[in-house]
């Protein structure tokens, strides 16, 4: 499992030529040869073979032409085709010269190539401490442009040599680079590399049996990555966890599931791998042997597709559980085990290898001395290998250190830079505050003159209102009052003249209530309602929604005035003009805002400017506020109000 996400982070980072920025060098006579090669056919061994033989020729030609540039390209080329091949050998000579002439040319982006082609092949050959190498040459170049280093690309090496060192048995150095990869990412959405990184944090926690945070990192692995492919060899991964758990039921339930997906039917090798771990979890879980002739056919599959892989592992299972019960099988798939590792130069699985074999060969002194003499080799070639990647790493740490060094002291001085154009700036940043202060002052300033101003016209208006009232009820309406006795004493009395005076009076006395001191302070909403009251009779009906809803204590005084006047008006134009039989007032309150909606049901009117409509909307205006006035014959009337 581990070797497919090695290859998909490997196939993810490897060359683009179609992307990567050509040598400036003049291409024009080559640039034909070149286009046809990069035309080349990629897809089967006969079209790599035949490629070669295309290159070799444009290479001979290039080499006599003293054409660098097009010798770069085609180095490219063909040890990509070569490495397809297999042919490592072929493949790493050719990337050695690829790496020398990009370093000749000067080539950033063909240096970072040829260093990621040798670190695969490095790879492939099982040349760790190379292979590290120049992924950390990779990271060198790409840190160095400090004005667009590339995080995503720091971190997929990251990746990579976090793998080797997992592989190398320094769990605690991938560790901290598989943290510090994460780190470079966390503003990026590579969930590719994440995913990769969660799950080689898992295989760390794993072999250090810490199987709860390798089920932590599984999980999110899984939960990150975008490949369906890899979520299914990640939840595979995750069964054998449950079987190292003792798990057997939840194991088999993950094997069953990653099963039933299409993909997994379409590689034949994962499919035996995660058949043969299911049906190993079932012989654990029963010690039934029957499931040892599922293990064999799966074998013999192994065997005529050449998976080695499998093999190795479907021997191992079969070792382990023979080791006691059948001497003679044990012995059998242990030799097959180790035999298969060292073909395949699997250090780890040799040592396991031999590690069983020495127990069942207890009894054989002569044997076991052989195989106890292999182990210690290969344990001392494992622990040179390892103290090697050590050494490397810190070589890494160090000179990443000292660039990060370098890196602080380049900010300080920029830094420094800074803090000096700050400070040759500050005097003017502070003049234009205080330029903008006295600007915001005398708005401000200007703005609540206005507003005092207004407020003074609104409060001026109620008081004038208030004395023409008082006016008209001590003086107008009195005298009135005192012809109207008069006449009404005298012998001879005109009585339509004593009419007329009864109406001027009446309405004397309406123009006096209407206009009259308002105690708005207390109880507003209750003086509200006796106004609405005060206009209800057997035809007419007064519904009021939401009035009780508005603390009307925090509402300004003056609006308050305003509002009921403008009320007020409204009803009496109603009374007056619109033979309504109702009337429906409501109320709401948005934010600092009071909202009041009046609909009637009268015959409406044509909408003039007329003036009781002309005080409502003076009087909203005075108070900066908003009304909308509706209406037309037949249609009732209806005013909405914002204060």
Known sequence: MRLSIFCIILVMISCKPKTESFPSEDLSKSGSRYSQIERLPSKSNAD???????????????????????????????????????????????????????????????????????????????????????????????????????????????????????????????????????????????????????????????????????????????????????????????????????????????????????LIHKDGSERIRVRANLAYSKWLRTKDVQYEKELLDLLDVSKKEGYLREQIEIHRKLAWLYAELNPEKGKYHSNKFYSLAREANKL???????????????????????????????????????????????????????????????????????????????????YIGLGVISILGFIVVTVTIRNNYKREKVEEVYRTETRISKKLHDEVANDLYQVMNQMDKAESKQVHIIDNLEQIYQKT???????????????????????????????????????NQINWSEVDILKKRGLYRVLQELMTNMAKHSKADLVVLSFKKTNWKIEVIYKDNGVGCELAKNNGLLNVENRIHSLNGKITLVSSTGKGFKASIII
């Open 48 to 262: 790599f073979h035949a490629g070669l033989e295309i290159m070799n020729e444009a290479l001979a030609q290039a080499i006599e032409e003293n054409n660098d540039s097009l010798q770069l390209l085609i180095f490219k080329r063909k040890s990509y085709f070569l490495y397809k091949l297999k042919m490592m050998d072929s493949a790493k000579v050719v990337s050695y010269k690829y790496k020398q002439l990009a370093q000749k040319l000067k080539d950033t982006a063909f240096i970072s190539n040829s260093y990621k082609r040798l670190a695969r092949i490095h790879s492939k050959q099982h040349q760790n401490d190379s292979s590290f190498i120049y992924h950390s040459d990779v990271i060198g170049l790409l840190k160095s442009n400090k004005a667009n280093m590339d995080s995503v690309q720091i971190a997929q090496n990251l990746l990579n040599m976090a793998i080797i060192l997992e592989e190398s048995g320094n769990d605690a150095e991938s560790m901290e680079l598989s943290l510090e990869a994460l780190e470079l990412l966390k503003n990026f959405a590579d969930s590719i590399t994440k995913a990769s990184l969660y799950n080689n944090l898992a295989i760390i926690s794993k072999s250090e049996s810490d199987y709860p945070e390798a089920l932590y990192w599984y999980d999110k692995a899984i939960q990150t990555t975008p490949v369906e492919k890899n979520r299914l060899l990640y939840l595979s991964n995750v069964a054998n966890v449950y079987r190292y758990l003792g798990d057997y039921d939840r194991s088999e339930e993950l094997c069953r599931q990653v099963l039933d997906h299409d």
């Open 348 to 430: 780890d699985e040799q040592i396991e290898g031999l590690k069983i074999l020495m127990k069942q060969a207890r009894e054989d002194s002569g044997e076991y001395k052989r195989y106890a003499t292999r182990y210690i080799y290969l344990k001392d070639s494992l622990e040179t290998s390892k103290k090697g990647l050590t050494h490397i790493f810190g070589k890494y740490k160090f000179d990443t250190q000292q660039n990060r060094e370098e890196l602080a002291s380049l900010k300080m001085k920029e830094l420094e830079n800074e803090l000096e154009l700050r400070k040759s700036k500050q005097q003017n940043i502070i």
């Open 509 to 547: 006395r309406d123009i006096s209530r209407e206009n009259n001191e308002l105690n708005v302070e207390k109880d507003f909403e209750e003086s509200l309602a006796d106004l609405f009251t005060a206009y209800k009779n057997e035809n007419l009906n007064v519904i009021t929604k939401g009035i």
